[in-house]
């Protein structure tokens, strides 16, 4: 639901309103490559050291909640930096090799994972435990709900948050319902339908 509302909100998908359910599987890998793995790995360390910056300063206060969403916050990270390299070295090679494909230029590409199904099912775990913890990172800050004596490092990290959070709602719209279903199929049609 939240990323239906995400991918439904203009504001929270930015300048990005081209339609990708027409694009090839090609294009939009490339897409997500370029737009939203790009964006993780700019604004995961930044948000890590907005952390250690705002509980440096807020920690008599509001360590706990602050210490608590920073571990959540760490494991995603963690999840994330692997799942992009995931992307990056295994599955999104694999679709772009399917979608160059043409039948009768030789043999259709394979994959060492059996079929694309499989690293896919993967992924969408991991899509699964990455709005977990964007869950509990919005319920431990409520809902990025500054407290009174927040700096601008505290609002800049929650902003930073909910950016995050946008952005993967939206990376992850483009692979599950379009990405990843398209490559099943295009998969499906290279080895003739089987």
Request: proline share 6%; glycine share 6%.
């Amino acid at each position: 639901a939240e990323i239906e509302k995400a991918v439904q909100d203009p504001k929270a998908r930015g300048a990005n309103t081209r339609d990708w359910s027409v694009a090839s599987a090609g294009e939009l890998a490339q897409h997500i490559l370029d737009t939203h793995h790009v964006y993780m790995k700019t604004n995961l360390p930044r948000l890590a050291d907005l952390f250690k910056k705002v509980i440096s300063a807020h920690g008599e206060r509001h360590g706990e909640m602050l210490r608590a969403a920073q571990q959540v916050f760490q494991g995603l990270k963690a999840e994330i930096e692997a799942h992009l390299m995931k992307e990056e070295q295994i599955l999104f090679p694999y679709i772009l090799q399917l979608d160059a494909f043409r039948p009768g230029s030789g043999p259709p590409p394979a994959s060492h994972c059996g079929t694309v199904q499989n690293p896919i099912r993967q992924m969408e775990r991991e899509h699964e435990n990455a709005g977990s913890a964007l869950a509990r990172i919005r319920e431990l800050t409520s809902d990025y709900t500054l407290p009174e004596d927040a700096c601008p490092s505290f609002a800049s990290l929650y902003e930073g948050l909910e950016g995050m959070e946008a952005d993967l709602h939206e990376h992850i719209h483009l692979e599950n319902n379009i990405l990843f279903p398209r490559a099943i199929e295009i998969e499906r049609e290279a080895h003739g339908g089987s």
